[in-house]
């Protein structure tokens, strides 16, 4: 990999697409426009970057409104990815703010270009110095450093200026080592490589001059002058000038075969006498094997890669060694087509030929290593009665005979390393791709690709050329759920495709329902000899008893991965077992790695795994699988839960089966249910379907309840509904009441963040019932709580006072002081809204310093947001601010997304009330972003709401009244009481007065 370095440390590339990698491993970097920012900061070498040059260079005259927010957003996940163990709140090291800009620190060495710039410089002082081969050599490994088209992915009229610039960079640095091999004559050497050069760039003369003399330097003075005339004519039909005055020169001089053109002479021996030459026998000349199949005429897609691929192969530097290229990937992804086709399009690269074998590594009948070496010698002309027995001379022999040859060597199928190196060339000028499902991560010397599936329009186009473009393009939206069906594997298309193209009578559209069924899925991706579940089991057939039962009950699961300490409780493995098993799968393409420590199925892969264990395990171990995954879940939530809301009685009265991770904070306890998310909502989804009594059903609530500090973050908001629902439908049919309670709860808490408040009471007033006819003391205090908080939400202050007195007599009873500290914190604004300020005081300093004296983290931060609301309302701004910062932070690093857009709106209202415009307007958009990023209409219109007035003190009316008025709407389509004040701010606002009025969330 070019952009990366043995040395470790932070290394990055963009002579290719922008990449990172730290100590070897790869970074994601997120979105086009994250990588380009990213790409700009580096181009700059250190140089401060200031916002406005950022925005003009990734958006150009079409940036957004909010450009400037979502412009530090991206740099602040930059700096997540690039320093992720950077403790919170301290100074990025990397990625620096330089006064009201950006510049990326660099590790010297650490970027490809700079490398690269210094190889340049390298080769032109050993020019200078007469050392032309070591010239040669630096600009070779200069040039290894691109990996296709620079700065591939990223986007903005900056990117585009710099790809061109780097692209005729390296086309200048690759004449200028035509002219050192030319001064070196190696002229015949280079003829293939002009050849490529010039056809991809017609109309570079410095190419076409080098070409023109290193033809007439091989002989070939009339191809020479065909250069000159091709070019001549190309100059003309697409410029309309003749060729330049050196270009001239050069073709008068083949004309008249100037002397002064040969290469510079090389002494030569002295010849044999005649009669010695007559005595030597002379050497047969070999033949010229051409054994690769046949390419396929309708190859799609890969040119990134494709040209990667050439670019490797044609490294000729005999340090480097024999460039080997090894295609891993999943059956049917397409390695041997990829393979093939690269081996076709780098013929030039290899004039003596190319050698072929299949060695059938997935087959019980694989190509020994001696087999294949026997039928490589006969190809090379060597006669089979002198051909040796053993391996290693066999070996010996074809080694022998590729020396001083240009041969490329194709080993499709292989099974492991032990296979193919007895195949492999021995000299440099030769090279070698061999495929092969599991990784040769042992293979010396060789560059490792794992070919992934197609990209969705590389698929839809494989699609369109086997089945007809106009019938494609008549029904593009039917198209692209087929493809998407197929997993966009390569086979799998080209088989839907070839059945869609033999039956006239069908439409695209009729295909999406037959795959759709995922029980005959695979049954409908068959046609002739081909069929994906028969090269699927190729690869399974290979595996060991323990792989083939970690393969099949890893597809039980119906999350989109799943984490090695969860695949070790499906398995019933300890850690190191089940990673072991897990990497023993990866390396043989039947599970992916996405990131360390995660493994997922390709779609079509996990249906042929599900038929495997429906075939092979009993139901009753399926069920005891898919309970030890909830066990395990329901463990780490516990944990999570228990960090996360330090002091609350919840995680106590969970029912755990099973034991799960732990965890060192609350800022790791809450970012692992992030990370884990989706797959904590597949399994209650998969436990409430399958669930036939309580005690089945039971942990899928306790998992609902125990995910509560996941609900907060925002993420997972329409998830968390439709799971509820989920189990409470099942609690309801087989009459559970303990998952019923469980459910309500959460839905619940689900519709009172949508500001749904109605259903969100009558939700909690069942849950209050339920809990009392089952003395269940789950989420008694917590719906008490509840309950208070959404009668204030509506107005009704003096009820929710009541219902926090009940809370706070069951908090008491049961000897939970955070359970009283929330009651107070969140009373202080009933009592401001029923005009006891005082009250409202004390209630909230209370509750803060006894969230401070039990050292709840997370309460003292919900403690200070109440207090700062106070505090706000009854003029003591700067407190309110100091309150508002500090628990701002700790929802930051916890990534509770809920609460940073509340946080941010309260100091927007408090920089307001204390004419802080522009910081008012700075936390107004934070907010804004926040809510519309989660999703959060009832947030976004509180957001709208004070970013209106901000702007409105700043003199911005249009843009004030815009916001007051979309904010109106959003409050309206909920029913939100804030409607009503909001109508008579805006019917009250004259066009030349700043709005000033408090939008009150009760």
């Known amino acids: 990999m070019a952009g990366q370095s043995v040395e470790g440390g932070l290394r990055f590339a963009v002579l290719g697409p922008v990449r990172a990698w730290h100590d070897g491993r790869e970074l994601d970097l997120g979105t086009p426009l994250q990588r380009s920012i990213l790409g700009m900061l580096l181009l700059r070498e250190g140089h401060a970057v200031t916002p406005n040059e950022m925005i003009d260079a990734v958006w150009g005259e079409e940036a957004p409104p909010r450009a400037l927010?979502?412009?530090?957003?991206?740099?602040?996940r930059l700096r997540t990815v690039l320093e992720p163990d950077r403790p919170a709140r301290s100074r990025p090291e990397l990625l620096t703010s330089i006064g009201r800009g950006y510049a990326l620190r660099l590790p010297d060495g650490a970027l490809d270009l700079t490398r690269f710039e210094r190889g340049i410089h390298d080769a032109e002082a050993a020019r200078k110095a007469g050392r032309l081969a070591d010239a040669a050599a630096a600009l070779r490994a200069a040039l290894s450093?691109?990996?296709?088209?620079?700065?591939?992915?990223?986007?903005?009229?900056?990117?585009?200026?710099?790809?061109?610039?780097?692209?005729?960079?390296?086309?200048?640095?690759?004449?200028?080592?035509?002219?050192?091999?030319?001064?070196l004559g190696n002229h015949a050497k280079i003829v293939s490589e002009l050849i490529a050069m010039t056809a991809d760039h017609p109309l570079r003369e410095r190419l076409r001059a080098q070409l023109?003399?290193?033809?007439?330097?091989?002989?070939r003075q009339g191809d020479a002058l065909n250069v000159f005339t091709e070019t001549r004519e190309a100059l003309i039909d697409e410029l309309g000038i003749e060729p330049g005055p050196e270009l001239a020169a050069l073709h008068q001089r083949i004309l008249t075969a100037d002397p002064t053109l040969a290469a510079a002479e090389v002494p030569a021996e002295e010849p044999a006498p005649e009669e010695e030459q007559q005595q030597q026998p002379q050497a047969p000349e070999l033949p010229r094997p051409a054994q690769l199949p046949a390419a396929v005429n309708d190859f799609t897609g890969r040119k990134e890669l494709t040209v990667r691929l050439r670019t490797l192969l044609s490294a000729q530097s005999s340090a480097e060694g024999v460039p080997v290229a090894a295609i891993s990937g999943i059956g049917g992804v397409g390695k041997t087509t990829l393979a093939v086709h690269v081996a076709h399009a780098a013929d030039d690269l290899f004039p003596d030929g190319q050698l072929y074998a299949d060695l059938r590594g997935y087959t019980d009948e694989a190509t020994a290593p001696e087999s294949a070496l026997g039928a490589f010698l006969r190809a090379l002309g060597i006669p089979p009665d002198v051909i040796p027995e053993g391996l290693p001379?066999?070996?010996?022999?074809?080694?022998?005979?590729?020396?001083?040859?240009?041969?490329?060597v194709l080993l499709d199928n292989a099974r492991d390393a032990e296979q193919v190196s007895p195949l492999l060339p021995g000299s440099p000028g030769c090279a070698a791709i061999v495929t092969s499902r599991g990784k040769l991560a042992d293979l010396p010397s060789a560059k490792l690709i794992d070919l992934d599936v197609m990209e969705p329009y590389e698929a839809l186009s494989l699609f369109a050329s086997v089945a007809g473009p106009e019938r494609v393009a008549a029904e593009h939206g039917a198209a692209m759920d087929v493809v998407a069906a197929c997993g966009f594997l390569p086979l799998a298309v080209r088989i839907v495709a070839a059945r869609l193209a033999a039956r006239p009578s069908w439409t695209v559209e009729s295909l999406v329902p037959r795959l759709a069924d995922e029980q005959r899925r695979l049954d409908e991706m068959r046609v002739g000899n081909l069929a994906v579940e028969a090269t699927f089991a190729l690869g399974y057939g290979q595996l060991e008893a323990a792989q083939a039962r970690a393969f099949r009950l890893l597809s039980l699961p119906n999350g989109p991965d799943i984490s090695s300490g969860a695949a070790a409780a499906v398995l019933s493995m300890s850690a190191f077992e089940a990673e072991e098993v897990l990497e023993s799968l990866v390396d043989a393409s039947l599970l992916e790695a996405p990131a360390p420590g995660r493994y997922r199925f390709h779609d079509l892969l996990k249906l042929f795994a599900r038929r495997a264990l429906e075939k092979s395990e009993r139901p009753q171990a399926r069920t005891l699988a898919l309970r030890r995954l909830l066990g395990f879940y329901l463990a780490s939530a516990q944990s999570a839960h228990r960090l996360a809301y330090e002091g609350s009685m919840i995680a106590a009265n969970l029912v755990v089966i099973g034991s799960g991770r732990a965890f060192g904070s609350a800022d790791e306890a809450v970012a692992w249910l992030i990370a884990e998310g989706d797959s904590l909502f597949a399994v209650i989804n998969q436990a409430a379907v399958a669930a036939r009594t309580g005690e089945q059903l039971l942990p899928a609530?306790?998992?609902?309840?125990?995910?509560?500090?996941?609900?907060?973050?925002?993420?997972?908001?329409?998830?968390?509904?439709?799971?509820?629902?989920?189990?409470?439908?099942?609690?309801?049919?087989?009459?559970?009441?303990?998952?019923?309670?469980?459910?309500?709860?959460?839905?619940?808490?689900?519709?009172f963040a949508g500001n749904r408040l109605r259903e969100a009471e009558e939700q909690f007033r069942r849950v209050h019932e339920l809990s009392q006819a089952r003395q269940e003391k789950v989420v008694t205090g917590e719906v008490l709580n509840a309950l208070a908080v959404v009668v204030g939400r509506q107005r009704r202050h003096t009820e929710a006072l009541a219902w926090f007195d009940a809370a706070m007599g069951f908090y008491r009873e049961n000897?939970?002081?955070?359970?009283?500290?929330?009651?107070?914190?969140?009373?202080?604004?009933?009592?401001?809204?029923?005009g006891r300020p005082e009250d409202a005081i004390a209630a909230a300093e209370?509750?803060?310093?006894?969230?401070?004296?039990?050292?709840?983290?997370?309460?003292?931060?919900?403690?200070?947001?109440?207090?700062?609301?106070?505090?706000?309302?009854?003029?003591?701004?700067?407190?309110?601010?100091?309150?508002?910062?500090?628990?701002?932070?700790?929802?930051?690093?916890?990534?509770?997304?809920?609460?940073?857009?509340?946080?941010?709106?309260?100091?927007?209202?408090?920089?307001?009330?204390?004419e802080r415009y522009p910081d008012a307007v700075r936390h107004?958009?934070?907010?804004?972003?926040?809510?519309?990023?989660?999703?959060?209409?009832?947030?976004?219109?509180?957001?709208?709401?004070v970013l209106g007035k901000a702007l409105r003190g700043l003199g911005s009316v249009t843009r004030s009244v815009d916001c007051l008025r979309q904010a109106f709407e959003i409050f309206s389509r909920l029913g939100a009481p804030e409607a009503n004040d909001l109508k008579v701010l805006l019917d009250g606002i004259p066009d030349t007065e700043p709005a000033t009025g408090t939008i009150v969330e009760s």
């Open 701 to 751: 609530g306790d998992l609902l309840v125990a995910m509560e500090p996941l609900l907060e973050s925002g993420t997972h908001t329409r998830e968390f509904d439709q799971s509820t629902r989920a189990v409470l439908a099942a609690a309801q049919a087989i009459s559970d009441a303990g998952s019923e309670l469980r459910s309500r709860y959460v839905l619940g808490r689900v519709l």
């Open 212 to 219: 023109m003399l290193a033809l007439y330097r091989c002989g």
């Open 815 to 834: 000897g939970v002081p955070a359970g009283e500290a929330l009651v107070l914190s969140y009373s202080a604004r009933d009592h401001l809204g029923l």
């Open 145 to 183: 450093l691109f990996e296709g088209e620079p700065l591939a992915g990223a986007v903005g009229p900056y990117a585009e200026h710099q790809r061109d610039r780097l692209i005729e960079r390296r086309i200048s640095v690759i004449e200028t080592l035509m002219d050192v091999d030319l001064e």
């Open 846 to 914: 209370k509750g803060l310093a006894i969230f401070t004296e039990i050292s709840s983290g997370a309460g003292t931060a919900r403690a200070r947001y109440h207090l700062g609301i106070v505090l706000s309302r009854v003029g003591r701004l700067t407190e309110a601010v100091h309150h508002h910062a500090e628990c701002l932070a700790y929802f930051r690093a916890g990534k509770q997304r809920v609460w940073e857009q509340r946080v941010c709106s309260r100091l927007a209202e408090t920089f307001i009330a204390a």
């Open 393 to 408: 001379e066999r070996s010996a022999l074809y080694r022998s005979i590729l020396a001083d040859r240009r041969i490329l």
């Open 924 to 945: 107004a958009e934070q907010a804004l972003v926040v809510s519309r990023d989660i999703g959060h209409p009832y947030g976004e219109a509180l957001s709208l709401t």
């Open 69 to 76: 927010g979502a412009l530090r957003t991206y740099v602040s």
